[in-house]
């Protein structure tokens, strides 16, 4: 018997698997800030977790959680500073 269910996602378990499933879903080069701050944010969120279950890549993962987390605080800049020049130039 055949389910109509769809298959939900199955959690990254290595390194590896994190990799590949953020490529995945990785933004267009041209995508908006939002949705590129909202990758790294996953991102981030992702490694941090991986960190915890691929003991054998601890240290790595969490390095690339650091580096996410990094392009999402300058990502944010970016989106604010673009905030801020609307409104000047709004005035």
Same mark, same amino acid.
């Given at each position: ?21 953020? $490529? ?9 800030? $939002?949705?590129?701050?909202? %990758? ?6 992702? %490694? ?14 969490? %390095? ?12 944010? $800049? ?14």
């Amino acid at each position: 018997m055949a389910s109509d269910e769809t298959p939900k996602p199955v959690m990254p378990q290595t390194l590896v698997e994190a990799h590949e499933a953020l $490529a995945r879903i990785r933004p267009h080069r041209q995508a908006p800030l $939002a949705q590129w701050l909202a %990758y790294y944010q996953r991102s981030a969120a992702l %490694y941090a977790e991986i960190a915890e279950i691929d003991r054998g890549h601890h240290h790595e993962s969490l %390095y690339w959680a650091d580096q996410q987390q990094q392009r999402t605080q300058e990502i944010k $800049a970016r989106i604010h500073k673009s905030d801020s020049d609307e409104s000047d130039n709004d005035e």
